[in-house]
């Protein structure tokens, strides 16, 4: 390869992206990874707004995961307000959560990596040839939204998640009727599993400062304090003090570095690492089966981590679906006072952090949203230039090929909001 | 059946489905959500047609499949980009959505034609009969509430086209 590589949009990532490599004497001169990132956006956009419209409004940044910005901002809004949630309530967000952890999982692992792993341009062409395989991932991410649908209302962007609770409890049987289906999602969660294992990782590991949640009791998803591999753990209040966002002049993403100026690494790998022994048991035997042990360091294998996490999430959310009883109110009563709170949860693709500050009318007076992708944006920069030596000596197309790949195996979200997914290779 | 499908089914399985997809806070991205409501306000408020079904979707992606399984005709309404001037309205059937994966298409990830082609393969027999796409020329994609005046003033045209596409011989 001896030409620039411009890949003015990502195929394949949940949104916006470009890539641009420049060659300078045949070795890589600069690498820009410029991603549009609209939670910048909607922190201005929620300027001013009434306290309960918040959860339904950031669920509109993302189509593939509105529940985990749901989440961490009730979670936010529920500590500036000091609102104390039912045990219901929580165990209600956890199965919710689940619905988006089986949506999100399947359409990364069969529709959005996959291909790159069995050498198809896309799931169109991967569908011609493996029609079941296919068929088996979006009948998965099918039973994700349904369950999605049955707690939040709509299957894309839900509804029914409130400061305090949720607006109405769903119907009981609304719940307990898709224990059927989340069966099937179990079984074909630990086929995944198996076949993902069979697929040909690209040979890549690198040294990682990991964070994801962590909980004592369980594999942290929805709530829980943060810990780093590196052994710090903090709880959410000291997020901002540790992890530092910076502006990058060539991006309107933010950069995000410890606060001693480390890349760090959030998503599925980073919550396999940390939490691998609070999976429930069978996930962990699918995991051991397949001889896949923490600490996984090549980000392609993110893959398996979220296989794994599949077969965990459905088999939690058989036990509460079975579980689940609605009694009592379904969200608390509480009055309006001034406050500041921050809220943190797993989204799929990593840890989501809001943080804001209301007013005594209860209207938004300070929003704060750090996603996910825009941690690991300096760590995928990183990743491209430990790449980019091999991948350059091969020949352009190729090349390309590779450093999307990569970014793929992120499961970057880098903007939800579209658009035009058209790859262009431009030469000169 | 088809199980795998995304999306719950509507209530009645009506011959004809007009679908509205778009961003609403992405600019001229909603332009397919606002030609439906246009539609709907300028003719369908006073008209039963019982088997006439509509739906306004932010970002279905694959999840559309669902929505078009079991219906006769479907009529996509979104946002494109064609390389032409911000709120030309284009009518495509389905066999010209084929040409539009690169270099033009529909707004949305999945977009309208990859999401298409995906139905054929997987499930043939449950695809409609006829899929029309009503395309909207989009302008300005900032991020906010507003379209832009071409797209605007491109509402009409789109309403009106998609109440010939319903009441067509």
């Given amino acids: 390869m001896n030409q620039d590589i411009h890949i003015p949009a990502l195929a394949r990532v949940e949104g916006e992206g470009a890539l641009t490599i420049r060659l300078k004497d045949g070795a890589i001169n600069e690498i820009l990874l410029n991603i549009y990132e609209p939670p910048r956006f909607f922190e201005g956009f929620l300027h001013g707004r009434y306290f309960q419209d918040v959860p339904d409004i950031t669920a509109r940044i993302c189509g593939i995961c509105p529940v985990a910005y749901q989440m961490s901002s009730v979670q936010a809004l529920e500590a500036a307000l000091q609102v104390t949630i039912s045990p219901e309530v929580r165990l209600l967000r956890q199965l919710l959560y689940c619905a988006e952890y089986i949506e999100s999982h399947a359409l990364h692992i069969y529709l959005l990596q996959a291909p790159d792993l069995v050498n198809h341009e896309s799931a169109l062409t991967l569908a011609v040839e493996a029609p079941d395989l296919v068929k088996q991932g979006l009948r998965l991410k099918k039973i994700g939204n349904d369950l999605l649908k049955a707690i939040g209302g709509r299957s894309v962007h839900p509804v029914n998640t409130c400061v305090g609770g949720f607006y109405r409890w769903p119907a009981e049987q609304a719940i307990h009727g898709l224990v059927p289906e989340l069966e099937w999602a179990r079984q074909a969660s630990i086929e995944t599993v198996r076949w993902a294992a069979t697929l040909n990782y690209p040979d890549f590991e690198q040294e990682y400062e990991f964070v994801a949640l962590n909980r004592i009791e369980e594999y942290a998803i929805y709530d829980g304090d943060i810990l780093s591999s590196k052994g710090k753990r903090i709880s959410p209040q000291e997020f901002e003090k540790n992890y530092i966002e910076t502006h990058v002049e060539r991006s309107n993403a933010l950069h995000s570095h410890t606060v001693d100026d480390r890349t760090y690494f959030v998503g599925p790998l980073a919550r396999f690492n940390l939490n691998y022994k609070k999976l429930r048991p069978m996930a962990k035997e699918a995991a051991r089966e397949i001889g896949l042990k923490a600490p996984i360091l090549n980000p392609y294998k993110g893959l398996l981590a979220r296989a794994v996490e599949l077969v965990h999430t459905c088999d939690l959310a058989i036990e509460l679906a079975n579980l689940y009883q609605p009694h009592g109110p379904s969200h608390v009563e509480f009055s309006v006072q001034p406050g500041e709170g921050c809220g943190v949860s797993e989204a799929p693709r990593g840890l989501l952090y809001h943080r804001y500050v209301v007013d005594e009318q209860g209207l938004i007076r300070f929003a704060k949203i750090t996603p996910p992708t825009a941690q690991n944006f300096a760590q995928m920069e990183a990743d491209l230039w430990a790449l980019a030596p091999t991948a350059v000596k091969q020949p352009q197309e190729e090349a390309s090929l590779s450093f999307e790949h990569l970014l793929r195996s992120y499961d970057p979200c880098i903007s939800c909001s579209t658009h035009f997914l058209k790859l262009k290779i431009e030469t000169g | ?169």
């Fill in chain 2, 1 to 169: 059946m088809n199980r795998f499908l995304d999306d719950a089914r509507t209530e009645s399985s009506g011959t004809i489905k007009i679908i509205g997809i778009g961003q609403s806070l992405r600019g001229d991205d909603a332009a397919g959500l606002a030609a439906v409501r246009l539609w709907q306000e300028k003719y369908q408020a006073n008209i039963d047609r019982p088997n006439l079904i509509v739906e306004l979707v932010e970002l279905p992606g694959v999840g559309l499949l669902g929505m078009l399984e079991g219906t006769r005709t479907v009529i996509l309404v979104d946002a494109v980009h064609n390389n032409t001037k911000a709120g030309m309205v284009h009518l495509f059937s389905d066999d010209q959505l084929d040409a539009f994966t690169e270099g033009a298409g529909s707004a949305h990830g999945w977009g309208v034609a990859e999401t298409l082609s995906l139905g054929r393969a997987l499930m043939p027999s449950a695809m409609p009969e006829e899929i029309f796409l009503i395309g909207i020329e989009a302008g300005d994609l900032t991020l906010g509430e507003s379209l832009s005046p071409e797209v605007e003033s491109a509402l009409p045209e789109a309403a009106n086209l998609i109440e010939q596409v319903v009441t067509r011989g």
